[in-house]
């Protein structure tokens, strides 16, 4: 039994199965080796950043330890900074401040603060009726000269064209002193003015006539009132709080209203004559006392060109030359903007005066103007943010029995802020038969 056992296998299968174990072991150890391969290179691309790693931190470890230096030294600098200046205020506390000397303003040498100023218009007008003309309307130059730190003068002309007397041929030019007044600047709320000066009464005259006028011609109811005056005046305004607010006022003397005959007949009555100088060369008062009047407003914004404006204002005294009747006039005045494309302005005008032949006479009127500008409609058209249109109504009533209503429908095309075309039509209502219909034109340069 022991024999049997011990005999061998063949030799042929033995080695059929030793190779075949050997390649399956050889395939096995080729891929582990292939996956250490690949596990020893991701091991060193590991090792590779990990190193690039700790030297970025090393570097940003670095560059912060710089910069809290840095920072360390500038606060230290702005302590030192702030420390001086607190060293030169405390300084300056202690030193008394005298002002610095005035320094004279050489009389002689102020000619450059001369300036000319003024306005041109050209019109054609056509009046039911009649025929239709062109006419140069007005050419109103404004002289102004600065004379000093405190004194100012400006005059004002105006030069006309017209035809001369009927049956004689050519032309006449007329040259008018519309005004010419001194102002002294006494402080900053007081000027003292003297001269032929501009009445505030109301404010059309001195903010709105000549070409500043949206319309070409001026309301019916200014012709109560006197556009200027020889005499003396004290005008200024004091602000009330920090919001803009404030009050304007002005107080002056004039000769005032005159008789153009010497008599107390209510036709007589002359607004602008009483200058001071007779035709014969004397110098004395057509009366015996001179006019007096005043004017205070109230000027309230609500915010960049949102504002309103309300005032009152008179005049009254002596107009013949015994001395017997007085002519007196009151204007309330108004004018608000809603923005920069929206502006309505007016007043309301009555005058009183007695007279020889009519008793008192009473007259008074109204005007009342509105305009739009229509760059307030955002359109992209040039043209049509160039129009402004504009409508005035005026009334008037000369207390002698006339009465006139006028409505006028007009327009503004702005080639510049001061070359303006303008045109309007007015529609007259009047028991006086040679007021009529008119359409004008006017094309206006400021400068």
């Keep these: 039994m022991c024999c049997a056992l011990a005999v061998p296998l063949p030799v042929g299968t033995a080695a059929a199965i030793d190779d075949q174990q050997f390649n399956e072991l050889k395939d096995l150890v080729t891929k582990l080796g292939q996956k250490i391969e690949k596990q020893d290179l991701r091991i060193e691309q590991l ?42 205020q405390t300084a300056a506390i202690a030193v008394p401040v005298e002002p610095l000397p005035r320094v004279p303003l050489d009389e002689a040498t102020v000619n450059h603060n001369f300036s000319i100023l003024g306005d041109a218009e050209f019109q054609y007008a056509k009046t039911s009726g009649q025929h239709g003309t062109f006419l140069f309307a007005d050419f109103a130059p404004i002289f102004l000269y600065r004379g000093g730190e405190k004194v100012l ?28 007044q001194l102002d002294y600047l006494m402080n900053d709320y007081v000027t003292l003015v003297a001269g032929d000066m501009v009445l505030p009464l109301g404010t059309y005259s001195e903010r709105t006539a000549g070409w500043l006028n949206k319309i070409p011609d001026d309301p019916l109811p200014r012709d109560l009132l006197p556009g200027a005056g020889v005499g003396a005046q004290l005008r200024g305004a004091v602000p009330l709080g920090e919001s803009g607010k404030l009050i304007n006022y002005s ?11 010497g008599t107390g007949n209510a036709d007589q009555l002359d607004l602008g004559g009483n200058v001071g100088l007779r035709s014969d060369n004397a110098v004395a008062n057509l009366h015996g006392k001179p006019s007096g009047g005043a004017r205070v407003g109230w000027f309230m914004p609500f915010k960049p060109h949102y504002d ?21 006039a009151g204007v309330l005045d108004a004018s608000l903007h809603l923005g920069s494309t929206v502006e309505v302005k007016g007043e309301y005008i ?15 009127g109204w005007w009342l103007q509105a305009s739009y500008k229509l760059v307030g409609l955002n359109l992209d058209w040039p043209v049509i943010n160039n129009l402004e249109l504009v409508n005035r109504y005026d ?32 529609f007259l209502h009047s028991n006086d038969p040679t007021q009529k219909d008119q359409l004008i034109f006017q094309l206006s340069y400021g400068f």
Excluded at 159 to 168: D, E, V, W
């Design 153 to 180: 003068f400006e005059a004002g002309f105006d030069f006309g064209l017209q035809n001369n007397a009927p049956n004689s041929p050519g032309a006449t030019t007329t040259i008018n002193l519309s005004f010419a």
């Design 395 to 426: 009334s008037i009533h000369d207390g002698l029995g006339t009465r006139t209503r006028r409505y006028t429908l007009g327009y503004i095309y702005y080639f510049s802020n001061t070359l303006l075309f303008e045109g309007g039509y007015e």
């Design 350 to 364: 009555r005058s009183c005066y007695g007279s020889d032949d009519h008793g008192n006479v009473r007259p008074e």
């Design 251 to 261: 107080v002056w003397g004039v000769n005032g209203a005159s008789s153009a005959d």
């Design 308 to 328: 309103l404006e309300l005032g009152l204002s008179g005049q009254s005294g002596e107009w013949d030359n015994a001395g017997q009747h007085l002519w007196s």
């Design 47 to 88: 090792e590779k950043t990990h190193a690039q790693d700790a030297q970025v931190h090393a570097q940003d470890q670095k560059t912060h330890e710089q910069d809290q230096r840095k920072i360390q030294e500038l606060q230290q600098k702005l302590e030192e900074t702030q420390q001086a200046v607190s060293n030169v």
